[in-house]
């Protein structure tokens, strides 16, 4: 069984400082991994993906996430972050053949002037 | 092509009536997942289909809960006798097969209200 754990569920910040939001991940098989974004009464929307090779993913709008498997995280960063990055961010986890994502329970990004 | 797309947006209904969402998937995706989502919780995976087929359901579907895609087209999720803990966002995506991790589509979602 697969199972997502976002160790955050509130990150607060303020305007052109760094953020991370955490991921934690618990897979018996190889994983496709996810971080998705989510705006007041959106549907959700991709920011990026690792499915192999390089372990440091780039996505949309200046993000980006490390894959660790020995770790089993999948955490998000981006270096300075704007009042429009306020929204609901969830990761992913897939598996390698496709099929259902298991999300964790998400993470709520404030962005503070 | 515009996305997926569901309909409707808001869905306001009494306790015990049958309500009924649409899903329209892009249109060369065959795979297509239908997610609950309450406040302040992540998606969960309550069924999916490629093409016209069922091919996974989840425990969360109980016998009250159904869902139909006849032609691999657009698909729909029946709720019968709806009761209070119905009230959630249900979201929609699709993706092609092999999806091979390439993502899927969401659709903006069917916000439904019991009351």
């Known amino acids: 069984a697969q199972s997502v754990t976002q160790l955050d569920s509130q990150v607060p910040v303020f305007e052109e400082a760094p953020v991370e939001l955490r991921c934690n991940y618990s897979?018996?098989?190889?994983?496709?991994l996810f971080w998705y974004v989510q705006y007041p009464n959106q549907g959700l929307q991709l920011l990026l993906k690792?499915?192999?090779?390089?372990?440091l993913v780039k996505g949309i709008n200046g993000f980006e996430a490390e894959f660790n498997k020995s770790q089993t995280s999948f955490h998000l960063r981006k270096p300075s972050v704007h009042i429009s990055d306020t929204a609901e961010y969830f990761c992913?986890?897939?598996?390698?053949?496709?099929?259902?994502?298991?999300f964790g329970q998400g993470t709520e990004l404030s962005v503070k002037p | 092509d515009t996305g997926v797309s569901q309909d409707p947006r808001h869905k306001i209904t009494k306790r015990g009536q049958n309500v009924t969402f649409r899903c329209d998937p892009i249109?060369?995706?065959?795979?297509l997942y239908w997610y609950r989502q309450t406040l302040g919780q992540g998606p969960e995976f309550l069924t999916y289909?490629?093409?016209?087929?069922?091919?996974?359901k989840s425990r969360l579907l109980s016998d009250r809960f159904s869902a139909e895609r006849p032609k691999g087209s657009f698909s729909t999720l029946e709720i019968q006798r709806t009761e209070q803990g119905d009230s959630a966002m249900y979201l929609c995506?699709?993706?092609?097969?092999?999806?091979?991790?390439?993502?899927?589509?969401f659709g903006s979602g069917t916000r439904l209200t019991v009351v």
């Open positions: 690792y499915l192999s090779g390089s372990t």
């Open positions: 992913a986890v897939g598996g390698d053949q496709g099929g259902k994502l298991i």
């Open positions: 289909f490629q093409n016209e087929a069922q091919l996974e």
């Open positions: 995506a699709s993706s092609p097969s092999p999806d091979r991790g390439g993502g899927y589509t």
């Open positions: 249109s060369e995706h065959n795979r």
């Open positions: 897979s018996s098989v190889s994983v496709y």
